[in-house]
């Protein structure tokens, strides 16, 4: 079962250069998360997208973009990135719109390692 | 500003003790989730609480939501090594645009043999 799956799992960037994390998950879930993960801060929210089609800020969205390409794949871009932007990403998703609950509960890719030099 | 704030950040004990790990906020949740994180990997859902003064309990883990659903604790009983790990509190809320997951900072446990 691959759930939710991410790539690339480590990469190092020099300041300035963009790349895109790609995400992918084969439960036909609705909604999708970017989240990063930083020592002492927890998860914190940089877009999802509650359905297929639409895209929102989280908590921290400055410096990224989002792309859903379909019900499948939801890809985050950094197009300059900045040595603040080391951290771990997780993509995550979700089987509903509506609030986590039992029934709906949210499932984690295994992380991106990113570093910014 | 952390929405939601987890203690101890840190917390090391020994094989058969007992500890409380606290999730603590001043808004509101409709639900309050608990996770599991091991290194290299995303977190786990361990539990939901829905209605306040909720108690659920999972083997060894009862979790607790506070009346006025603000808070949580987390009880494990006669820790065991396996239980080390990562565990992260995270509030649900409904926004316009869709359901939002807060996430604490998160309690690294050590439970030494």
């Known amino acids: 079962n691959a759930g939710v799956t991410q790539t690339p799992k480590f990469q190092v960037l020099k300041t300035g250069q963009s790349m895109t994390l790609q995400c992918a998950q084969d439960m036909n879930h609705n909604s999708m998360y970017w989240y990063r993960q930083d020592p002492g801060m927890g998860l914190r929210l940089i877009y999802y997208s509650a359905s297929e089609g639409t895209t929102d800020k989280g908590e921290v969205p400055n410096g990224y973009n989002v792309s859903r390409l379909n019900k499948r794949e939801f890809s985050l871009r950094l197009e300059s990135a900045a040595p603040s932007q080391t951290s771990v990403y997780f993509c995550?998703?979700?089987?509903?719109?509506?609030?986590?609950?039992?029934?709906?509960?949210?499932?984690f890719g295994e992380g991106s390692w990113l570093t910014v030099v | 500003t952390q929405l939601l704030e987890q203690s101890p950040q840190f917390l090391s004990i020994q094989e058969g003790e007992n500890l409380t790990v606290y999730c603590n906020s001043s808004?509101?949740?409709?639900?309050l989730q608990w996770y599991r994180q091991e290194p290299g990997e995303g977190p786990v859902l361990l539990v939901t609480?829905?209605?306040?003064?909720e108690v659920k309990k999972l083997k060894r883990l009862t979790f607790q939501f506070g009346d006025a659903r603000k808070d949580s604790s987390l009880h494990i009983t006669a820790a065991q090594p396996g239980d080390t790990g990562l565990y992260l509190c995270?509030?649900?809320?409904?926004?316009?645009?869709?359901?939002?997951?807060?996430f604490g900072e998160g309690t690294q446990l050590t439970v030494n043999p």
């Open positions: 995270a509030g649900a809320r409904w926004e316009t645009s869709g359901s939002r997951l807060t």
């Open positions: 995550a998703s979700k089987p509903g719109t509506s609030l986590p609950s039992s029934g709906n509960t949210i499932y």
């Open positions: 609480v829905v209605t306040g003064g």
């Open positions: 808004s509101v949740f409709s639900s």
